[in-house]
């Protein structure tokens, strides 16, 4: 054994003690008579003196970040070091090795708040989690997996684990194919979600499942989605309604953020907001209800004026109480962002000054008509300004769920140390495709609100699905639904999607057939846990909860992949490149 003590845990009650301590030279410093050495591993630093010429001498010239075994005699410092856990003591040694010497020069420095190029720390990925700040992220994405393991074992959940080479399905994603050797010309995919499992488990007659589960789409990067692959904790529940998941996520995403937190933390039953009204009010469906803002419909009140740019426009407005103090640049600023960033064709505004005048942008086309029902009916007040968004419905709503959001930083308006969260419910069924044609807007296996007549009955465009999603802060960190579970709507929801009943059979086949065996009604949700763990650890990139995370274009610098494969190796599964 290298070591009879953690480096960090280490302190006064262990003065004369003899020990064996391992870990890596953060620095080292030659004094001459004596050199000192800060000594680190994952639970801290301690330091090590070596006042013995023939220990001088081994680890002369030993680089940093080298990994060394020393034994020796804990002993009280005379000048403590308060900074630290062990600062008290520090350890006489007796006996020094190099274990694993480093290189001379590292590609970066470790533990230092130098700025390094993402690649070049993703390239050296072994040695980028040796910072601290990260190397803690991913402890703690440890202990949150084991609070949720706990939480769903004493929840009564069963934990069951899915394929991962599945059959490929229309499912909102592109699928990663995997070639068969065995079976020429076919493949499996890597599943996009335990999707079609987990309600076969339900068939199956398992009560609760859940998994803390891998997932494969082949979608672009962003700061808060991984690509390629990520996790998400996985449920589902037979005999189940909505409210009956909504008490589940009520109950594990509470008790999880409060542990690991120590900010405000909403506690069930989180507020619902209607999709419909989250477009409206927000401007986005998963809203950030840290941001006092909200987005108002005007497009009534200014129906009569003279101002061309409102003419046959929807107007959203946003009302910034103190906003009146704000000078031109940050108007043109906003402006400037409204028009590059969020695709506006101008971002209108005018100021109601503390003493009643309006002034700035468009205020000649503020009546008094107009300024009176801005008072009363929207909340205007002295010292106060208000943006205007004109545009086609869904683009203007949008646009102003963007400039509500960068209203919400420049001004620093955001609650503080606050987790907040929401259910978005009532998800529109359908919704249309870029070329024009009626396709699920979520997650084809849901539940339509009002079941087979509802299908038959309405426009499609209208129905409602029970879908679901949980938000925070912001970011959407779970999404579910109750799931269709009756053959006949199945058939029906897929025809008005234009699939045919030849094509359930056989991109879903094993659920569709599994469909006529006596299947109970079931729903459940999969809170994302890489999206968790950045919310919980304060970060702004998912790249930093995750061990070995693919960089921005997708790629594994560290691995080398995607990479190229041998001739012979495509042969084996029966494929070939062209030029």
């Known amino acids: 054994m290298y070591r009879t003590h953690n480096l960090g845990e280490l302190n006064i009650s262990n003065v004369n003690e003899s020990v064996e301590l391992s870990g890596w030279i953060q620095k080292i410093r030659d004094l001459g008579a004596m050199t000192f ?32 075994y020393v034994s020796g005699k804990v002993v009280e410092r005379t000048n403590k070091n308060k900074n630290i856990p062990t600062g008290e003591i520090e350890v006489i040694a007796e006996k020094f090795e190099v274990l694993g010497k480093c290189k001379n020069v590292l590609p970066f420095e470790i533990n230092t708040n130098q700025e390094v190029r993402e690649d070049l720390r993703l390239e050296y990925r072994f040695l980028d989690l040796r910072n601290e700040a990260l190397h803690n992220n991913i402890l703690l994405r440890s202990e949150i ?13 069963t934990e069951i684990q899915t394929p991962i080479l599945a059959n490929s399905s229309p499912e909102g994603a592109r699928d990663f194919l995997v070639p068969s050797r065995l079976h ?13 499992f987990k309600q076969l488990l339900m068939v199956s007659g398992f009560n609760k499942y859940y998994q803390i589960a891998p997932c494969f789409r082949d979608e672009d990067p962003r700061a808060d989605r991984a690509p390629g692959e990520f996790y998400q904790l996985d449920f589902e529940m037979s005999f189940a309604t909505q409210e009956d998941v909504f008490k589940v996520l009520e109950e594990i995403i509470p008790y999880t953020f409060k542990r690991f937190t120590n900010c405000k933390v909403d506690e069930g039953p989180f507020i619902r907001i209607p999709y ?10 998963k809203p950030d209800l840290r941001n006092p803002l909200v987005i108002q419909d005007v497009t009534k009140l200014f129906e009569d004026s003279d101002f061309n740019a409102f003419k046959g426009k929807t107007i959203k407005a946003i ?18 962002f409204a028009v590059e960033e969020a695709g506006a064709k101008g971002l209108a505004w005018t100021k109601f000054e503390k003493d009643g005048q309006i002034t700035g942008g468009i205020a000649k086309f503020i009546t008094d008509s107009i300024k009176e029902a801005l008072q009363k009916d929207y909340g205007v007040k002295s010292n106060s300004s208000i943006f205007f968004i004109a545009d086609e419905l869904q683009v203007a709503q949008k646009i102003a769920g963007l400039v509500r959001i960068e209203l919400g930083n420049r001004l620093d308006l955001l609650e503080k140390d606050a987790y907040r969260f929401c259910f978005i419910v009532d998800f529109p069924m359908y919704e249309l495709s870029d070329e024009g044609k009626i396709d699920f807007s979520h997650n084809p296996f849901s539940m339509p609100q009002g079941g087979l007549d509802a299908l038959e009955t309405k426009n499609p465009l209208d129905i409602l699905a029970y879908q679901y999603d949980v938000v925070c802060n912001g970011y959407e960190m779970a999404s579910g639904a109750v799931r269709n579970h009756n053959p006949e709507i199945m058939l029906k929801a897929f025809e008005i999607a234009g699939y045919k009943e030849q094509d359930i059979k056989e991109k879903f086949g094993a659920l569709y057939n599994a469909f006529q065996y006596g299947t109970p009604p079931h729903a459940g949700a999969a809170p994302g846990i890489d999206r968790m763990v950045m919310l919980i650890a304060n970060s702004q990139n998912i790249r930093e909860v995750i061990a070995f995370p693919k960089n921005k274009k997708a790629r594994d610098v560290l691995m080398n992949a ?10 084996d599964v029966h494929i070939r490149i062209e030029d």
């Not at 997996?145 to 959940?157: I, Q, S, V, Y």
């Not at 020429?184 to 079609?196: H, K, N, T, V, W």
Request: net charge negative.
């Open 319 to 336: 009302v910034v109480e103190n906003g009146a103090e704000q000078g031109r640049k940050f108007f043109d600023k906003m402006t400037d």
């Open 184 to 196: 020429p010309g076919e493949f499996y995919a890597l599943p996009q979600a335990p999707q079609q």
């Open 276 to 285: 419909k009204e989250a477009m409206e009010k927000y401007g986005i469906d």
């Open 562 to 571: 995607p990479s190229k494969v041998f001739d012979e190796q495509l042969k």
């Open 145 to 157: 997996l084991k609070t949720l393991r706990n939480k769903m074992d004493e929840l009564e959940f």
């Open 37 to 68: 050495i800060d000594l680190r591993d994952e639970k801290g630093i301690t330091q090590i003196v070596l006042n013995n010429e023939e220990l001088q001498k081994q680890a002369k010239d030993v680089p940093t970040e080298s990994c060394i």
